[in-house]
């Protein structure tokens, strides 16, 4: 129906990648539009033919045909969405000395697209698992609600992040700072904060240093179960006025974000921010640094999250059945949602889509075995 079709924008716009996702089994080739239409956040493809200069860990650039020169970000990247803050990975095919075509993916979000089973230099949406589900009336499906098995919990997994703002003043000094790749939980202390006084070592024997520690250090905590990715220092101020931990940890992160735009070809920056620099809405004062931890950590899908069957049935999940779910002949059975949901939506795809999906499984399976010599 057309109003559906006048969704697909807002729907879209809240999709989260999921470990589980794959090409469609019922294409209407539009998934293969999609990559040529998004920035390189999500796919960027050759708007003209080329040859790949450099391919590194977090950048590749790209060499036209008419001279012209491009770089992109590869790597972990974060974006922001509905007041979340997302983990995107992105990736490229290719390698330097390539060519390629008018077309052709460079870079492309492997959580929501991946080389086109039937052309692989070009890349399809992915927004889509094959879930047996079966079409009853039940306490789980009112109100367009629905229940689904642990197993596609499991694969309905996505990594969100969470952000942790330490802010320091620059005579303070750090120490016991978590590391990039390390395993944190809620109690887990990112960081020692010591004052000047305590920070100046020299001034008092081992002792007293140890007492006034306990007494005056602050020990920032994670509040967030993951992986720290990244850590980010910003600075309002000169690195000359600051502690000696201070000005090696703002060097170090730097060199980092020097280094990344490097790779993309594009020119380097500092940590280094004005009063329009923001946390929370509030400035960063004056010879202030915020260190910025990112936090990913994956989440599983779960009672109150939404979900969509054949693209446009949304739905709100009512319950995570424990065990095992079978219809009479053995098949299993990872979700229950409602007819009736589809009969008040007045569209007919989730009744093509799933048997048309279950007669290209037959189909390919019957195709294997004549490959093989299995029939005749």
């Known amino acids: 129906m057309p109003k559906r079709v006048n969704f697909i924008g807002i729907q879209n716009e809240h999709t989260l990648a999921c470990d589980g996702y794959h090409q469609y089994t019922v294409r209407t ?3 293969s539009v999609i990559g040529q239409r998004t920035g390189d956040l999500f796919c960027y493809t050759a708007k003209k033919p080329g040859k790949v200069r450099e391919v590194n860990k977090s950048g590749i650039i790209v060499d036209y045909d008419d001279g ?7 790597g972990r990247r974060f974006g922001s969405a509905a007041g979340l803050t997302i983990a995107h990975q992105v990736v490229t095919q290719l390698k330097a000395g390539d060519k390629f075509e008018l077309g052709q993916a460079i870079v492309y979000n492997d959580g929501f697209f991946e080389p086109d089973f039937f052309d692989p230099k070009k890349v399809v949406f992915k927004n889509a698992m094959e879930v047996n589900t079966v079409l009853m009336e039940s306490p789980v499906t009112h109100e367009d609600s629905s229940a689904i098995s642990t197993r ?13 703002y330490v802010i320091l003043r620059f005579d303070q000094a750090v120490s016991q700072i978590v590391q990039s ?3 944190v939980t809620s109690d887990t202390v990112l960081c020692t904060v010591e004052d000047p006084m305590t920070a100046n070592s020299q001034l008092f024997d081992e002792k007293s240093i140890e007492t006034l ?41 730097d060199k980092q974000f020097k280094k990344r735009a490097h790779d993309k070809g ?17 400035p960063l004062p004056v ?3 915020a260190v910025k931890f990112y936090i990913t950590s994956s989440i599983r899908a779960g009672v109150g999250d939404k979900g969509v069957f054949a693209n446009q049935m949304k739905t709100v999940i009512g319950d995570v059945i424990e065990g095992e779910m079978k219809a009479q002949d053995g098949t299993p059975i990872d979700a ?28 390919a399976k019957k195709a294997v075995e004549l490959y093989e010599g299995k029939v005749s």
């Open 29 to 31: 080739g539009y998934d």
């Open 68 to 74: 012209d020169t491009q770089g992109f970000e590869l």
């Open 152 to 164: 596609i919990s499991d694969k309905m997994s996505t990594n969100t992040t969470k952000i942790k």
């Open 181 to 183: 790749g390390q395993e």
């Open 213 to 253: 520690k306990i007494l005056s250090a602050q020990t920032p905590r994670a509040h967030a179960k993951g992986v720290v990715e990244r850590i980010e220092f910003y600075y309002h101020g000169e690195k000359e006025d600051m502690s000696a931990t201070l000005q090696e940890l703002c060097t170090q992160s």
């Open 266 to 282: 594009a020119q380097g920056y500092s940590g280094q921010v004005d009063g329009g620099f923001r946390i929370d809405g509030k």
């Open 287 to 289: 010879d202030t640094v």
């Open 336 to 363: 229950v949602f409602g007819y009736k949901s589809i009969e008040a939506r007045i569209v007919n795809s989730p009744i093509l889509i799933g048997t048309t999906a279950a007669l290209l499984k037959v189909i």
